[in-house]
């Protein structure tokens, strides 16, 4: 084999590496397995005025905007989940309530999610964009309702284990 | 004359002949008249066979006698030119190589770079220590386009729970889904908005 030959064999090898390469990536996306990351904060919400929460300061004005008769919002929990299309994420809440949420596909940059409330016997299909603040609101829990605030992130690397945050 | 003698006259005319030889021949030639014949006539003989090679040799032209050798003589190998040398490397297989190799450098050239995810609106859960920037992903590769709304495509409820969902007006507004307990005997309708701060 020619010195040539030996060249344009290497430059074909490399060539079908970064071809791998370049591809790889958007094959994954075009395969369904994006990898969806959902954010949860259980929040607690009452009407007495309570101390803000530094958790919390940076929606603290979406907070008194969204929910305008509540004055006091505190963290009672903070969640990172993988969602995924085979298997629901189950998130237990403080209130005895478990929600559930499955990915069910991408439409036109949106998520679709399957969002459950066991207990409550409630399912709700719902399509939200990544990087968007949305909120389930309305479950009682100690003298005032709970609040979910749910945001969805691309993945960056696997969540750390659930540890609840109070 | 027999032969030998002719041949012996033919050396002594070119000069071959070993001296005694051509003394006794030229004392022969001087001396005896058939030899003196013979001596003439092989001498014109000589002569007249000289005269048209040297007549020919004096009108030959050797002008681009070089040249014309240089013509018939098969041509050499020739090294391949710059341009040759491109069309037998680029074969197709080749190309292919090439133009992957462009596309990855292009690929690489122009990849946006990695974004932390925002700090807002999500700054409750980005306080929390454990959650990574979000690098540029596939899923990223999709501009999310966060001033989109929240879409509620379907609700079932078989409970006693109402859902209500209240929708931005604005874009970028937040998106709020009530689950609204019935009200108990007491008409406490628990966590339901009071009309001053109905979400809707």
């Known amino acids: 084999m020619s010195v040539l030959q030996r060249f344009r064999a290497g430059l074909l090898g490399l060539g079908a590496l970064l071809v791998l390469g370049v591809l790889a990536p958007a094959g994954d996306a075009a395969a369904g397995e994006p990898g969806l990351r959902l954010k949860v904060s259980v929040i607690q919400a009452t009407k007495e005025k309570a101390a803000p929460d530094p958790a919390l300061a940076k929606i603290q004005g979406e907070l008194q905007e969204a929910f305008a008769g509540y004055q006091g919002f505190k963290r009672l929990q903070a969640e990172e989940k993988l969602l995924s299309s085979d298997t629901p994420v189950k998130l237990e809440l403080p209130n005895g309530e478990s929600a559930e949420f499955k990915h069910q596909g991408l439409e036109k940059n949106l998520h679709k999610i399957r969002f459950t409330l066991a207990k409550s016997k409630v399912n709700l299909d719902l399509k939200a964009p990544l990087k968007k603040m949305f909120y389930q609101a309305g479950m009682k829990h100690g003298g005032g309702i709970l609040i979910l605030a749910m945001y969805l992130a691309p993945v960056g690397e696997p969540p750390a284990p659930d540890k609840p945050t109070p | ?200």
């Open chain 2, 1 to 200: 004359m027999n032969d030998q003698d002719q041949e012996k006259l033919s050396l002594f005319l070119d000069g071959a002949l070993a001296p005694e030889d051509a003394a006794e021949v030229a004392r022969l030639v001087a001396t005896d008249p058939e030899w003196k014949a013979a001596h003439r006539a092989l001498k014109l003989s000589g002569e007249m066979m000289r005269a048209p090679v040297e007549q020919a040799a004096r009108s030959a032209n050797f002008d681009g006698l070089w040249a014309g050798i240089e013509g018939r003589l098969p041509a050499p190998e020739r090294a391949p030119s710059l341009l040759e040398r491109l069309r037998a490397f680029l074969t197709p297989p080749v190309l292919v190589g090439l133009a992957a190799a462009a596309a990855a450098a292009a690929y690489v050239a122009t990849r946006p770079a990695p974004t932390p995810a925002p700090a807002s609106p999500s700054p409750g859960l980005a306080a929390t220590p454990r959650i990574a920037p979000a690098p540029e992903s596939a899923l990223a590769a999709a501009p999310a386009d966060a001033s989109e709304p929240v879409v509620i495509e379907g609700i079932e409820s078989e409970g006693s729970k109402t859902v209500l969902v209240s929708q931005p007006v604005e874009p970028g507004g937040t998106t709020v889904i009530w689950l609204l307990d019935a009200p108990d005997a007491a008409g406490d309708g628990a966590a339901a908005p009071t009309t001053d701060d109905d979400p809707i």
